[in-house]
């Protein structure tokens, strides 16, 4: 699948933002559900993604700009938990309409000419629910929403856009979720093995 450089660009962030949520964890070892803690908690915590990401144009941010990008960051997840196409393209719709888009072509801070669909001054939140949200209708467009997943790991369950060529991707890390399910996977099958009587 091509994806432009902008686009994939805004896929991670919109990434990177349903995964700040703080989500239920599931229990261990007889511990009680635990809550991930919130990766949005402050105002401090909103300029550091800003940094992150590089969103341009990031004046001085108040609370009424962190409640508002929880919001986004809330249906985007929403897209992201939604495997029907029309419920996507609606939920698509209504952010990108809220957030006034008004796409222009840029070519700032030593990048390429790329498509901006954010107004100009436009409020954080509203950056991101234009600019991701256009990533993830192009998705959509593409007929390519069942990459919009959530980590199969059970104690994970983090958000990744599945760029693989045959859309095999299980998990949101091969090298740290899906290594460790290996792992485990191995574990049980010696253990299993152990325990099997012993006939000559």
Known sequence: MLIPHDTRIALDTVVDLVNTAP???P???GQPEAERSDGLADIAALYDFARRHRISGVGELHEKDLRAVRDVRTRFAEIFATDDAQTAASLVNTLVAAAGT???LSNHDGYDW???Y????????DHLAADCGMALAFIVVAGEQERLRRCEAPDCRHAFVDLSRNRSRRYCSSRTCGNRLHVAAYRARRKEAASRPFTA
């Open 23 to 25: 989500e239920s964890e």
């Open 27 to 29: 229990p261990s070892g």
């Open 102 to 104: 008004t796409p222009q």
């Open 114 to 116: 790329h498509v901006h």
């Open 118 to 125: 954010f107004a100009p001054d436009a409020s954080i939140a």
